[in-house]
């Protein structure tokens, strides 16, 4: 259990996290979403002691953090995989880790083992690749078997195979009742996996709940309906009370709506459909909708080449 | 392992106490250090530098016995520990610093979160290391210059402790100045330039300047009185010298201590 009440971190005139709180519940994974720059690495970094918070507490199992004395067995924390010395193998990374602890050398081989470096261990870390260095972080968060692990952006690097081992990893680690945080900009991978999410920006807390509350809390389902007779069946929804876009000279999104909506007004009025679905509402869209005013990086279209323009 | 639970996984083992702690915490340590690739580039600098010298300077004295007729082997350890202590400084400074450069300090703090114990035992263990090693390497050296001397250096064994004591405590104290460095400063380039610029420029430069009594209070001048038996400039007794020496260290090493257990990891 991971408890954060009212964290505030400010580097300087940056107010990196604002006033948050929110739990980590065992068994279950949870997201930790957000923007560039919302402050989810501040987050992770203040529950591990790395950074000292300006006002506000991180707890894992009511302690701070910086006053475990053998940390890897109760917390296990995946964040930059590229802060490591390049020049040790992979194994003796390991090991010193395992020292600091009091773990056997065996358990390094394990887990070596478990994420799939057997291979590479003996090697120095400057010719891994991002995926096998993520691989490294994991080893060293399962390195105590603890019962909380934080990950941040975990997937970053890992092929299709690494993905997938992933998600089975984290999922089998909250079945065994583990606190599991995970921090992703992939919001397909989090409505994969995870059971709850955190979203936050600008460092303040955004929502809370669990993936199906924010999808249906969000609501908008909307409908995708594709007719040869499109321009009357728009008329006529609008008709209705609907909003209807337009998306081409056939197909038309009908939004707070149903198929058997749609599908009935469609019957009655003896206009053909060629397609008609529910279209679900994913969490990319409700990520985007929930954090739009909260990016504080945007990105601008490259603006168009002047000979470009006088071509056309 | 798949079964569904909700009740949390607490697998906090019984307090370990910090004398434990700290013991493993210097294993790791140990470990760390020898695992990386500097730290054995620069004892091997240091070996040749001290050992090879040692045999020439006995090999020259046994061509030459009029000019250095009956001394000891151990002035000659001594002398030789000079130059060869930028390579101990730079090997226990880089052994913090290269944590701060790499991003390591963020997992050594995971694994290692009381920063008071991460301090203790990464000095120790650099300061230790750098000061047995030095001692052995001169001891090395004597016997060298010794035997290959012949009859033109001699050893008496009387005299053993003091030369260990000395170049002990200059190594010690050096090796724990750069570590404080590594600590305050937190970058390789910004410690070894303050280093070099306290143990060799300033007390040069000042001392030719003819502040002598301001060249005298830099670790520097401590260190070139106790191995060298004189100061290019100034007056320095033994404990004056080692005073300095040990001043420095401590100094170097609070502010070190302090910005590690106070700031945030590596910002």
Known sequence: MIEVRGLTKRYGDVLAVDDLSFDVEPGKVTGFLGPNGAGKSTTMRVMLGLDRPSSGTAVVHGRLFSTLS???????????????????????????????NGIPTARVDEVIEQVGLADAARRRIKGY????????????????????????????????????????????????????????????????IADRLVVIGRGRLIADATVDEILRG??????????????????????????????????????????????????????????????????????????????????????????????? | MTAQSTTPLVHASDEVSTGRLFVRTCAAEWTRLWTARSSRWFLAAATLVITGLGTALGFESAADPVEIQGGPAWQTAKSLAMPAQFAFLAFALTAVTSDFATGGIVPTLQWTPRRAVLFSARTTVAVGAATGLGVLLALAAALLAFTTAGSALVLPLAEGPAMVATVGLVFSAGAALAVGLGFLLRNAAAALVTLFLLMLVLPLLLGGLGYEWLADSFPGSGAFFLLMEETPQGDMTDASAAITMLVWAAGALLLGGLRLVREDANR
């Open chain 1, 70 to 100: 053998e940390p890897l067995r109760e917390v296990g924390a995946l964040l930059d995989p590229g802060s490591v010395h390049p020049g040790r193998t992979g194994r003796n990374h390991l090991r010193v880790a395992a020292r600091t």
């Open chain 1, 129 to 192: 690749s991002l995926g096998m260095r993520q691989r490294l972080g994991i080893a060293a968060a399962l390195l105590g078997d603890p019962g909380v692990l934080l990950f941040d952006e975990p997937i970053n690097g890992l092929d299709l195979d690494g993905v997938l081992w992933l998600r089975g990893l984290l999922r089998r680690l909250a079945d065994d009742g583990r606190t599991v945080l995970v921090s992703s900009h992939l919001m397909s991978e989090m409505q994969q």
């Open chain 1, 218 to 312: 969000l609501g908008h389902l909307h409908v995708r309906v594709r007719s040869p007779e499109a321009d009357s069946l728009l008329t006529q929804l609008q008709e209705k009370g609907l909003n209807v876009q337009r998306v081409d000279a056939q197909e038309l999104h009908v939004e707070d709506s149903t198929a058997e909506q749609v599908g009935r007004l469609a019957h009655t009025l003896r206009i053909p459909l060629h397609h008609l679905s529910e279209v679900e509402q994913s969490l990319e869209q409700a990520y985007i909708e929930l954090t739009s005013s909260s990016v504080e990086f945007h990105g601008h279209p490259a603006p168009v080449p002047a000979a470009t323009e006088a071509a056309r």
